[in-house]
Structure formats: C-alpha cells, structure tokens
C-alpha cells in the first residue's frame, strides 16, 4: 500500500469500506519502532484482515508490512528484549492437529519467521501484560470451569466438541456480555515466561488415538494459573506488570449478587500468592499502571453512581504494595480514558475526553494543576512513552482524518509517523458550533458542511445524537461516519448534550435520572442555533442515533415533528422492559429511580409519533436487545398502521449482527438503506429498496 491520498473514497460505499484502517499502535523498547495493526477490506470484500506494519518512530521511513495470514493478527505487544508478540488463529506447522484457535504468536527481534508460543485448546483471549525489563508476560485465557488442567481442559473440550455439545449451565449473574454468551470457560490471567525462547523443532513421540487430546506441548513455556477458580473474577479492568516481570497489579472483579466491584490486587507471578491492595464496599479501583521503576502504582477510584447523580473518576497513586495512597488531581473533573507513567515516573501521561475533543494530559505526582500537550481538534489513544527522549507516540483522529500515528514532543508538537493507510480526502468542511441552553449551560459540537452549502443553496441537516450516553463526538468512528453523508449533501450536526464526557461532573449530571429532559432539550437548542445558519435547510432535517442515540431519536420522535425522518439503531425504548434484559441489568437499575425510570422511558409517547421513523437492530446485540426494537416495531403498527397494515415506518433486521452491524456488506446495506430513507423523506425523491433486501 501507498501513502498517497486517495480521491473523495466518500462517494462510494464499496470505496468507504476498502479503505485500509489503523487500529492499533506498539512502540518498541528502545523507542525506535512503532508497531501498527492495520485492517484492510478481504479479497472476497466480506470480511477485514489484519496484519502488523512497522514504521519508524521518528517520522522517517516508510512502513514495512512484518505479518502476512489469512486469520490475520492483533493484539500486538512487545517482549522487554524487543521481539514482538501478537494473538492470531493462523495454522501452527508445528502442532501435531492445529486447533484453529487464537494463540500467542513471537516474532523474533533478531529476525526469523513467526512462531507459536502458546498451545491452548481454547485459545487465547488477549496479551494482558508485558514486562519492561524482562520476558515474563501475563496472557488472557479461558478454562473450562471444571478442568483442573490444560490437559483436562482440553479433553473435556474435545468430547463437547464431539458430542456436539453447547449447552451452559450459569450459576451466577451474567449470563452474557455485548454480542457473545458468558461460558462455559470462565476467564484466567496465566503467566508464561519466555526468556530463552526458541524456534525448536516440537519434540515428538508415539501418536495419540483419538479421542485423547495431546498433553500441552512440551518445547512450549507452560502457561502457570495465577487466577485458579476464578468465576467471573478475572474478567479484570486492567493489568499491569512491573518491570521485573515478577509480580502483576491487576483490577480483578469481586462478585456481588448480580453486579460486583473491581479490586485491586498485586500477584506473585512465582507463587500465585495474591495481595488486595485496594478493596472498599461500593467502590471500584480500575486501570491500574506501574511506573517504570516498579516503586508506583496509579489507578482510577470510582464511588458507584446512584441515582442522585454521577460519581466522579479520581486519580490516585501509591506505593506498590498500596502504601501511601494518595488522590492526585483533586480539583480536575475530567474522566481518564487511559493512563500511564511519564518517563521519569514524577507524572501520568492521561488521556481524556475535553471540550469536544480528546487530548493528552501530563498530571504531577506531587502537586501542580494538569497541563495539557495537544491543543489540536483531535482525540488521542494508545499512548506510549519512548524511555530515551521522553517523547509520545500515539493513534490520533478526528471527524476529518482516521486514526494514523503520530509522535509528540515534550513540547506538544505533533509529528505524523509514516503509516500503510492512506490518508483519504474528504468532502465539505467542518466547523464548531455552540449555543446557550435553557438554564445558561454552554452546549456544543461539530457541524460538518458539504460543498456549496451557501445562502443560496442551504444544505439539510441530519442531527447525529451520540451512544453512551457517557460519551463524546470528539474521534473518526468508521461505523458512523458523517462524511458519507455530506458527500451526499447534507450537512450533520454532532452534538454533546447534557451526560456528554469532557465538560465537567455537573454537565454530566444535568442530565442524570432525566434522559428525556435536559439531553432533549440541549439537542433541541442547539438544532435551532445550527437551523438559524443561512447555510442550512431548516425545512429538511431529520435525527439519528445509536443506543443511547437511539433512545433520543426515539425520545425526539415522541416529543416534536420538527423532523421529517427519524432513524433509531440498537435503541432502548421500555426501560422497565431494558433494564431486566440488558446483559447488565444491575447498573441500569442503580443509576434511576423508580420515577425517574417511568419519567425517562420513550414508550409512553408512542401514540405522539407522527415521524416516519427507520428502526434497526441486530439479533445478537446483548446490550441493547432486539426485543426493544420488537416492541417499538409492534406499539408502532398498533398505534400508526393503516387497515390494511401499511405504515410509513421500517424495520431493518440483521439476524447475524450485534450492536455495531460490522460485516462490510452489512454496513454497506445499513447505509444504503438508512440514505434511501432519508432521501423520500427529507428529499423528497421516491423510495428505491436496496438491491440486497430482495
């Protein structure tokens, strides 16, 4: 692949998904070289693969493609020797009956093929840690709940596998997870240690009948069980090693009826002898970070959010066998979405939401306010330290440019590392708008214009309401993205109303156990500031959303006909019906009250629709489940259908999908349908059924 620009990739659907996409970035130890995980559109157009690219970290060089499969890879991470590891299912020569599962894969710094250094029947989850001084790494795995072994493991897989066997017997809450059933395997952390490695030929011996599974391969590390008997336990909210490789910090989840709260424990990676560092009744401690001398801890602590309003997300570090805790940043109310140490320990890197954007943070340890790196309009992740200069590498995107890597100064300059994605040129503009709401709140987001949009020639408008709702349109999504839209024509207002990320705890709970209220009337307001523009067609206008999005547009659609389209993906519509389905149901619970659960359901308004709306929803979307979407299809014809059942409104299905739609052609077919339905009614052009639908 090139790093020229590719022309106007928005114009088409089948141009929009082949465009290769970064979605991962690892820095080597000595800082040299960066890691990327690239995805790029299969031969057969159905699918992505990935593949891992190396650049130079300085902004020179050109990328060079380093793994080439047809499972592809991911999950990239690098050995304190420098050789790189990854996750992938592609066939292992080596193993006497590949598996086809996932495993842990080493490329080896000092040059050679890549080789498997895991052989679990169930494969391998993730790389959860790496150590920086050592070769110890922590892997991510599931074990059957009744093995004792990897070998026990194995077998009692091959004879379900056999038997045909899929059933799962819970004994516990939850029972599933977003898009995928809970089990029967229950979550490990193992510790392997790859010092030494080597490329050796699997030692050999007299066959095994089936169906006897082969003992764990014996040229291999042996995976050692720091979480034995874990439940649900080890489904943790992050890990860290220190850099010796011998001993893990991690935020592991105590169980507690249906929910639970997160710990954090510090592990001997030796003996398993596990340590709770921080532990409080309705309390979680997540993400926690080890400083490159292995003296230091620093995590997020986070009281539960009640229905009185949203908990803050306080930074906090401490020695690492948790003495001295100590809250840094107390007067800063930005939520961390990650952190890490800075390379002389004295302060965390911290990237979080901020005014509409994303940036990255430098916090003192020892007092002193945040200061903030990059002032761009872009939003930052997979921040990484290079130990000799101090500098940043890290993803960064905004509406207007994908995710491409780039390295940042110790002053804040951002250079852009070389990268196999090309950089698309996009239609329109973009630019800021902001307004006052009803109680004198600052609101604001982007507005994205297409070309020619002018006083002569006003463009219409789609007012895009983001998931979350603890969120912010601040970064390039590739699911919802608004330029293929404004190739089209119109022009999309991507507010952050009240519960929006990057605006401080009271924004947030302005609109805490009233979803209908102040959400609803910021997005309000400022479709009115954004409709006042010469440049916009307040006669042609429609909303759309996504989950919590989806909930507004079906909140909008039962409290103005000020739109002539509505489209509600994934969306949430009885919220006594939600909040026992959801594959979390304790939460959604715990953050309304009884009124405000009844005050803040879309349901009730059913009879005040009088917008053709799109639903969509897929089958195996477990957060927001189709059966939301079911009951709106049916109060929606028993309410609006004609006699003879015809009714203005549609119902897009994906039986095979989950919250996201993601299969190429899937997403092609969302979008095709969502423009054709906004092309009738906002444009007023005749319904054209896409192709696909039959």
């Known amino acids: 692949m090139s790093t020229e620009t590719q022309l106007l990739p928005f114009a088409s659907l089948d141009d929009y998904i082949a465009l290769p996409r970064v ?39 050109s990328p060079t493609r380093l793994t080439r499969s047809a ?51 169930g494969g391998v989850s993730e790389i959860a840690a790496t150590a920086s001084g050592s070769d110890a790494v922590v892997i991510a795995a599931g074990l059957l709940t009744s093995t004792d072994s990897l070998e026990t493991d194995a077998a009692s897989r091959l004879e379900r596998k056999t038997k045909k066997i899929t059933a799962i017997l819970h004994e516990s809450y939850p029972v599933r997870y977003w898009d995928h059933d809970l089990g ?49 336990s080890a489904d943790t909210a992050g890990q860290a090693l220190t850099p010796d490789g011998r001993t893990l910090i ?35 401690f997540e993400v926690p970070a080890v400083s490159r001398d292995g003296a230091r801890i620093a995590f997020v602590r986070a009281d539960f959010s009640t229905p009185d309003g949203p908990a803050d997300q306080e930074l906090w570090v401490a020695n690492i066998d948790g003495s001295n805790a100590r809250r840094i940043a107390a007067g800063w109310d930005r939520w961390p979405s990650s952190l890490i140490f800075d390379a002389d320990d004295e302060s965390l890197i911290v990237t979080a939401d901020h005014d509409g954007r994303g940036p990255v943070f430098r916090i003192p340890l020892h007092g002193g306010a945040p200061s903030q790196l990059t002032t761009d309009d872009f939003g930052y992740s997979e921040v990484a330290v290079d130990l000799a200069s101090g500098d940043l ?25 070389a990268t196999p994605a090309k950089t698309p040129e996009v239609p329109g503009s973009i630019t800021e708008v902001t307004t006052v709401a009803e109680d004198g709140t600052r609101v604001r987001g982007w507005l994205l214009l297409p070309d020619g949009a002018s006083p002569q020639h006003p463009a219409p408008l789609l007012l895009w309401i983001h998931g979350g709702p603890l969120n912010s349109w601040n970064a390039w ?10 190739s089209r024509g119109y022009a999309v207002l991507l507010p952050d109303p009240a519960l929006s990320t990057g605006y401080g705890l009271d924004f947030i709970a302005r609109g805490w156990d009233a979803w209908g209220a102040k959400p609803f009337t910021d997005l309000m307001a400022i479709t009115d500031a954004t409709e006042a523009r010469a440049d916009i067609d307040a006669t042609r206008t429609a909303a759309l959303g996504g989950s919590f999005g989806g909930y507004m547009a079906n909140w909008v659609a039962g409290h103005t006909d000020r739109f002539r389209a509505i489209v509600s993906h994934a969306s949430l519509w009885a919220l006594d019906q939600f909040n026992g389905t959801t594959d979390n149901s304790w939460y959604w619970q715990s953050i309304f009250s009884p009124q405000g659960m009844t005050d803040s359901s879309p349901h009730h308004s059913v009879r005040d629709i009088v917008t053709p709306m799109l639903v969509i929803h897929g089958d195996n979307d477990y957060r927001v489940p189709v059966g939301e979407s079911l009951r709106l299809w049916s109060e929606l014809a028993e309410h609006h259908a004609a006699t003879d059942g015809s009714t203005p409104h549609k119902f897009l299905l994906f039986p095979d999908e989950n919250h996201w739609v993601l299969k190429p052609q899937h997403a092609v077919l969302w979008y095709e349908t969502v423009f054709a339905f906004l092309d009738q009614h906002v444009n007023g052009t005749h319904w054209v059924r896409p192709k696909l639908l039959g």
């Open 23 to 61: 979605e991962g970035l690892a820095l080597s130890p000595d800082g040299r070289t960066v890691v990327l995980t690239v995805a790029t559109l299969a031969l057969d157009r159905t699918s992505y693969e990935r593949s891992l690219w190396s650049a130079p970290a300085d902004g020179s060089g």
């Open 71 to 121: 499972k592809g890879e991911s999950g990239v991470a690098f050995t304190g020797s420098g050789d790189i590891l990854f996750v992938s299912a592609r066939p292992d020569a080596t193993a006497e009956k590949d598996t086809e599962t996932s495993q842990v894969w080493m490329l080896p710094a000092a040059g050679g093929e890549a080789h498997a250094v895991t052989r679990l029947a």
């Open 184 to 232: 029967p395997s229950e979550p490990h952390l193992l510790a392997l240690d790859l010092t030494g490695l080597l490329d050796t030929v699997p030692l050999t011996g007299a066959p095994v009948p089936p169906p006897e599974p082969l003992p764990y391969a014996a040229n291999l590390p042996r995976p050692r069980d720091l979480t034995p008997v874990p439940g649900r």
């Open 250 to 284: 991690a935020s592991l989840q105590v169980p507690e009826q249906r929910s639970g709260r997160f710990v954090i424990v510090s592990i001997d990676i030796e003996t398993g002898t596990k340590t709770t560092l921080f532990d409080e009744e309705r309390v979680d």
């Open 393 to 417: 590498v890290a993803l960064r995107s905004s509406w207007v440019l994908p995710p491409h890597p780039v390295r940042i100064s110790r002053s804040g300059a951002v250079t852009p590392l």
């Open 477 to 486: 999504s590739w699911r919802w993205n608004p330029l293929l839209a404004v």
